[in-house]
């Protein structure tokens, strides 16, 4: 069974994925998120709601997220911010407004996202990514 840290680990590698094989020119995904995620579970697992929502709603509403950041980025444009920032800053987003609608403490939500930024972006971007969840998850 897959943790709960592990699973938005797999979310955010997801989401990365996406991001960075995007096809701009045909704008679409140049693999099924399904397949992106199967790739990144352990051997034997299989992918769970929360995994697949997630990844699935956080793409979905890409466009929706970004703006509702955008406000936020105060001397960043959205296109600037690596793309594992982003990964991480609409994952936590769609989580608490998408996934969980509300149901778990924002908290909660803009901690799994500063300790992924903790764990794999430079501390500043790390302080960045906190400063915006802050300001953006009421």
Do not use: C
């Not at 699973?7 to 997801?14: K, L, P, R, V």
């Not at 987003?93 to 778990?104: R, S, W």
């Amino acid at each position: 069974m897959i943790s709960r840290n592990q699973s938005h680990y797999i979310i955010m590698s997801a989401i990365y994925i996406e991001l960075a094989d995007f096809n701009f020119a045909k704008n679409e995904l140049s693999r099924p998120s399904e397949e992106v995620i199967a790739d990144l579970l352990p051997e034997g697992e299989e992918i769970t709601p929360f995994i697949r929502d997630s990844v699935n709603l956080s793409l979905f509403h890409y466009g929706e997220i970004v703006e509702a950041l955008s406000p936020y980025l105060i001397n960043w444009k959205w296109e600037r911010i690596p793309l594992l920032s982003q990964a991480i800053l609409l994952m936590s987003y769609a989580h608490f407004y998408y996934v969980e609608k509300g149901k778990v403490d924002k908290k909660v939500i803009i901690n799994t996202g500063v300790e992924l930024a903790k764990k794999y972006v430079e501390e500043k971007q790390g302080k960045f990514i906190n400063a915006i969840l802050e300001k953006v998850i009421q």
